[in-house]
Every structure is written in C-alpha cells, then in structure tokens.
Nanobody, 124 residues
Framework: QVQLVESGGGLVQAGGSLRLSCAAS????????MGWFRQAPGKEREFVAA????????NYEDSVKGRFTISRDNAKNTVYLQMNSLKPEDTAVYYC?????????????????WGKGTLVTVSS
C-alpha cells in the first residue's frame, strides 16, 4: 500500500509560480507511475500531468503544457509539479495519485492510491 501526502499549495497572484510536492510512503515508489489531478469548485476532477515510473515519459493536459512540469525523485519517494505562469483558472485542489502499472494514464480510474489534496488559489 502507498500513502501520499501533498504539500506546497497556497495563494499566489496570476503570473506567479508554485511547486507542489507529493511524498509517498513505502519502498516501492519506483514501481508506480504517478499523476497529478485537480478539482475546481463545482467541477469534476480533471487530469493535469503524469510521469512514468522511471521519469522518462510525461504527459500533460493541453491547458498546462508549457507552464507546468512534472518530475520525480525516486530516491526521495517524491513527485513534483512545478507550476509557472499561473492563471486564476488554475485554482483548484490538486491531488497526486499512484498507478501500479507500466503505462502512464490520464484517467483517474487507472490510479490505485490518492492523496488528500492541497489547495492552490490564484488571484487575478
């Protein structure tokens, strides 16, 4: 089993940056592809970014391409989401998730474990 704890959320002005972290428990972190999802008030949870087990493959939702970067450090059991050029529409609770599989996925149903989320608020 994997436990995930997100951190790094907060209030930032439009155009600013934040880096989210997700720390995972357990010794098999490198066996999991990892993803970031977000849920804005009144909206469904949506895919943001994903990264393969070794970090060599990534995937992004179109609206964050070129602004967000997902990365991981398997030695530290941590996955990151660097968010630059933030917009008010990026305001949401951000969740990290672990997928025990070979293929990275943009579908929440493919993820086995979830963190409790961290709130990101972008003011205009």
């Amino acid at each position: 089993q994997v436990q995930l704890v997100e951190s790094g959320g907060g209030l930032v002005q439009a155009g600013g940056s934040l880096r989210l972290s997700c720390a995972a428990s357990g010794r098999t972190f490198s066996s999991y592809a990892m993803g970031w999802f977000r849920q804005a008030p009144g909206k469904e949870r949506e895919f943001v970014a994903a990264i393969s087990r070794g970090g060599g493959t990534t995937n992004y939702e179109d609206s964050v391409k070129g602004r967000f970067t997902i990365s991981r450090d398997n030695a530290k059991n941590t996955v990151y989401l660097q968010m630059n050029s933030l917009k008010p529409e990026d305001t949401a609770v951000y969740y990290c998730a672990a997928n025990y599989g070979l293929v990275i996925s943009s579908y929440s149903r493919d993820y086995d474990y979830w963190g409790k989320g961290t709130l990101v608020t972008v003011s205009s």
